[in-house]
Nanobody
Framework: QVQLVESGGGLVQPGGSLRLSCAAS????????MSWYRQAPGKQRELVAT???????NYADSMKGRFTISRDNAKNTVYLQMNSLKPEDTAVYYC?????????WGQGTQVTVSS
């Protein structure tokens, strides 16, 4: 069992930056592929970025060049650095841990981009 706790969300102006964190319980964090998803009101949850257990990263096209996912296995934490934020980035951001067949989700953190 893995528990995930996201933090770092909030209100930011367009063009601003935020760094989200997702802290995981357990001692085998390094074996999980970690992802960030987001869900805007009235929309389906979508993948933002993934970092594998081996450190390979992948991004949704609309986030490439603006968002950076990273992990610190010593701290059992995955991060999402978000730059050049736009109003359309407003959503609840969720962390997910995957090690098939297991999936675990965090409770989400709200990001609002508005002037």
């Amino acid at each position: 069992q893995v528990q995930l706790v996201e933090s770092g969300g909030g209100l930011v102006q367009p063009g601003g930056s935020l760094r989200l964190s997702c802290a995981a319980s357990g001692n085998i964090f390094s074996r999980y592929d970690m992802s960030w998803y987001r869900q805007a009101p009235g929309k389906q949850r979508e993948l933002v970025a993934t970092i594998t257990s081996g450190g390979t990263t992948n991004y949704a096209d609309s986030m490439k060049g603006r968002f950076t996912i990273s992990r610190d296995n010593a701290k059992n934490t995955v991060y999402l650095q978000m730059n050049s934020l736009k109003p359309e980035d407003t959503a609840v951001y969720y962390c997910r841990a995957r090690r098939l067949p297991e999936y675990y989700w965090g409770q989400g953190t709200q990001v609002t981009v508005s002037s």
